[in-house]
């Protein structure tokens, strides 16, 4: 089971499709959506990736960041990138399955181990908010996200849960 909401999210360091490193504490003041998806070029993480990158100005107006997280090579990623016109989420690689296993969201198949589709949004000081779990791609997985973060970015979803 995925972390709760209303704790703190926990830190990480990762290499980009880029090839740069991001890590989460060095974005504390902003939004985040930390989606965790199975694997790179499949159909549903298509679709959900494209549409994250669709809804990629209402985010950014919003003041939130974008971060899809996979167990992927960062070369996988890149080219991912490339084939779907992925320009402005930032996509990072976890190929240990260390950052997935931090959120308690990896899962060890028989052939290979991957993240579950889990979405987590976390406040501006490091708070993991709203944590979104078995929701398919096709069922608005972004769409969901932002609605979430437009709550946050008013201030109405500030407060700590009971």
């Avoid at 320009?87 to 959120?103: C, R, V, W």
């Avoid at 501006?124 to 979430?148: C, F, M, S, Y």
């Amino acid at each position: 089971m995925a972390l709760k909401e209303g704790v703190p999210a926990p830190d990480f360091e990762a290499e980009t499709h880029k090839g740069d490193k991001i890590r989460l504490s060095s974005l504390k003041g902003k939004i985040v959506v930390l989606y965790f998806y199975p694997r790179a070029m499949t159909p549903g993480c298509t679709r959900e990736a494209r549409r994250f990158e669709e809804l990629y100005e209402e985010f950014n107006k919003l003041g939130a960041v974008i971060i899809g997280v996979s167990t992927d090579t960062v070369e996988r990623l890149k080219k991912f990138a490339g084939k779907e016109g992925l320009n402005h989420i930032i996509l990072a690689s976890d190929p240990q399955g260390e950052i997935a296993a931090k959120y308690d969201v990896l899962r060890k198949g028989k052939k290979r181990v991957s993240a579950e589709r889990v979405t987590f949004i976390i406040d501006e000081q490091g708070i993991i908010r709203k944590v979104l779990q078995n929701i398919r791609p096709a069922e608005k997985h972004a769409d969901l996200a932002l609605e979430t973060v437009k709550t946050l970015a008013s201030g109405k979803g500030s407060a700590c849960p009971s």
